[in-house]
């Protein structure tokens, strides 16, 4: 955070409740992607104990890895998304304040 100035009396202003606000936001999405990643697990182990055989164990498996993927990047896109809106909001009630 070494964009953060020195404003005021010397101390770095960050209003809180614009950090407890960016941080619940991350927290929820990260939550979200969590019980994603959960339901992906549980989908795998059902499609798992329908498999036949080993051949049919592994068709089924990797037929999952492209909806499996997806999820992640998805998941990840968000989260850079959610962490750089926090700390251009940071930065500017930063910048505001000194102004």
Do not use: C
Request: aromatic share 4%; net charge positive.
């Amino acid at each position: 955070m070494s964009q953060i100035r020195e404003t005021g009396q010397g101390k770095g202003e960050i209003y809180l409740d614009r950090v407890l606000g960016g941080v619940a936001l991350i927290a929820l999405h990260e939550a979200g992607s969590l019980q994603g990643h959960l339901e992906g697990v549980s989908e795998r182990l059902r499609v798992a104990r329908r498999a036949r055989n080993l051949g049919e164990l592994l068709r089924d498996q990797i037929d999952l890895l492209p909806e499996t993927r997806n999820r992640f990047v998805r998941d990840h896109h968000v989260r850079r998304g959610l962490w750089s809106g926090f700390v251009e909001d940071l930065t500017a009630v930063v910048e505001k304040k000194a102004a």
